[in-house]
Structures are given as structure tokens and as C-alpha cells.
């Protein structure tokens, strides 16, 4: 546990989930090239990343049940495998129906990544380190969009579409190696999971949904992943562009200040979550509520937003990216480890189908708005986009009805084990008070030496 070797383990891991989101986000990189390679409209053109995401979000519980049985170590590899047969496909596709069944392949493999990644981190790490390794997991993933914005993009347009997208499989072909050299499942001399036959996987898969935390789990990914994975995978830009009437340089400063606030509130937010687990649901709904407000000042906005408020509207969204990762951590403390994968695939289907519904949601009011004559004409009016984006706030509603139900049901069968909550302003009492001591503490150290130097 926690030793250099753990450290290896994770930091290949991380590398294989940095990789994975590069390659899920090299398509939207290339869309003018695949707009010509393709002779596709742009409605074909989302068909490719909706297949990816809905592939993706289809197999995240059986992906789970599959690292519960044969460890993240084989799906790793597994899923860079098929992640480079996808890469190759597209580079080769010249086919609407070719490149569909590329951009599946890579959502499959990309699919197996994330959830393994983060079942290593139980087998080799103990205590408070976990949330704060599994923000940083998320964080760093993340940085795989800058590979494909970057280095991707410059091979595409200097070298053309299949060297580009044949480059970017070679990346998951370094992965499935160093995993298959490096990666081990838990330390030698670990006890190995007790492995449940067959046929008790859906048994397993009951127990893992039947419990409130695992759901609790998958209702804070629901309700917090969303807006963000919005706002930055489809609709943040044409809104700030052509809507609020941002300058384009301007709408990327945005986007990525986006990400600087999701790396600086990750780690933060994991050393709390570790201090304040009893706390986790309160921040999630905090965490909401920020964004909701934030989105609710923007909508409300008599005329396009100024500057300052649409950059606390982004900063608020990206909260939600590490935000989510705490409905990881519900699933980690709430399942024992043998079925701790499948509880993390229930977890990761949230975020992504309240994503998906709100994406589609918005787009079709929009067309609506349009077609009625509402927006004059101009499909991305700023009228049209009040409107459109306000379906969040109901898809965000449902998720929050999810959260209160579950977590009374979680911290009803707490309390039937004897695990009482204590009133949060006695939470924040002590919390002040260990602070005070801690404080006292470090001043007496200080003093120390001087006293020594007065002998
Ligand atoms: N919440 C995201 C990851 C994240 C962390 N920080 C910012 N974003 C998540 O759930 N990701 C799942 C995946 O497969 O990427």
C-alpha cells in the first residue's frame, strides 16, 4: 500500500486515461476534415460523437461487472486494444457508416478505461489519499483534450487524416505494453477477490443498485457532471459566439478558464471530501446550487451578459467536473470491494445520460423556437437560448430529487448501524476548533527553538 511501486501503477493508469481522452476527443478536433472526407452535414457529423457517448454510457455497468471479475489490468489493455482498432478504422474510413463503426470501437475501449482506472486505487492505496487521487485522476485525464487540441491537430493539418488519426492509435498501442508490463492488479501478497460464480453477477449487480450509496452515488454524477459536459462538448460555444455576442478568442479564454478551475478545485475538493465524508452530499448540493445560480443570473441578464458574469457562469460549470468525482467516492465507501467496479459503472452512467438528454433537450427546443418563427430567423438567438438552456434547471431538478431520497435512505440504514450524523453546525464547531488547535500547535513549535536560542 501507498508504496513506489503503487505510484508506478497509478501513474500508468492515469497515462492510459489521459490517452483514452484523447482519443475521444480527436474527432471533434477534426470535424472541418471530416466534414469534407465524409461529404457530411453537421447533423451526421453529431451522429458520430452521440454513438460514441451512447456506446460509452452503454457499457459502463457491464464494463464494471467485468472488472470486478477479471481486474482493471486486462480491461485496461482491453480497452487500448480497441481503442487503437478504432483509430485505424477511422483513419482508413471514407464511409459515413466506416468512420460510425470507428468512433464505436474507440467509445467501447474508452469505455473500459476510466472505471478500471479507478479500481486500482483501493488495491494499492489506503486512507484519505484515495479522494484525493481520484480527483487527481480525473484532473489529469483531462489534460488528454489539450493532446488532441495540440499536437493531434498540428499532425492532422500538416500531415493530413489518416497520418493523424494512425498517430493517435500508436499512442494506445504505448498503452496496452506499459500495461501489460507494469500494471498489477493489487500488490504481491494481496489476498486475491473472492470471485463470485457467474451466474450471482446479476445478483451482484442488484446488490450493488440496491444499495442507497451507490445510487446516491450515481444521482451526484447525474446532477453535477451535466452542465459542464454541455456547456464544453456541444453547446458552450455557439452560445457564447453567436448568442451573447463573446469574440471567439474570447469564448477559449473561457473555455479555458473552464479547466484551470477544474485542476485547481480537484484537489481541494478531495482533501475535503477526505476530512468531511459524513459532509460529501452537502457539498454536492452546494455545488448545485452554485451552478444553478450562476446559470439562473446569466439566463436572467437583461441582454447579452457581460464578460464577468459569463466567466463566474464557466468557472461555477467546471466546479462540476471534480464535483462529480465525489459520486465515485459514494461508491468506493458504500460497497464492499468485490463488486466496488460494478458499483463505479452505475456511478459513471449518470453524468452522461443527464448529459445526453439535456444536449438532445436543447437542441430540439431550440428547432422548435426556430421553426415557430420565435427566433426571427437566427437558430442561435439569445431569446431562443434563454429558453432553450433553461431545460437544465429540470433535468438538474430531477437529479436533486435523486440526491435527497437516496441520501436519506443511505443515512437511514447508517443510522440502523449505529452511525449517527451529528447537526452540521456541531460539524462546524468542531471543525473550527480542530483548526484552532492545529493552529496552537504549529505557533508552540515555532516558539520552540526560539526559547532554545534565549537559554
Ligand atoms: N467527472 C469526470 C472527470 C473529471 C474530473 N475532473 C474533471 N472531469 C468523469 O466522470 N469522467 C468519466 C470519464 O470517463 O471521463
Redesign the pocket.
Known sequence: MNSKRAWIVWGIGVLAYLVA?TQRTTFGVAGLEATARFDATASILSVFTVVQLLVYAGLQIPVGVLVDRFGPRLLIAGGAALMVAGQLQLASAESVGAGIMGRSLVGAG?AL??ISVLRLLPAWFSGRRIPVLT?WT??V??LGQIASAVPFAYVLHRFGWSTAFVSAASLSVLIVVLTLIFVRNRPPGAPSPVLLPLRQTATSLAEAWRQPGTRLGMWT?FTI?FPGTVFILMWGFPYLVSAEGVDPSWASALMTLFVVV?IIC?PWLGSWVGRHPLRRSTMVLLIAAAMACAWLAVLLYPGPAPLWLLALLVAALAIG??G??IGFDFARTYNPGRRLGTATGIV?VG?FIASLVSMYLIGVVLDVLNARGFSGGDLYALESFRIALAVQFFVMAVGVAGILRTRAQARARMADDGVRLPPLRQAIARERQRKQVERGARQAERKAPERENDK
Open positions: 481522452v474508452d478505461t476510466f480527483q480525473g484532473i485525464g483531462q454524477h457532471q477544474a480537484g467536473g471534480p462529480s468525482m459513471n453524468g
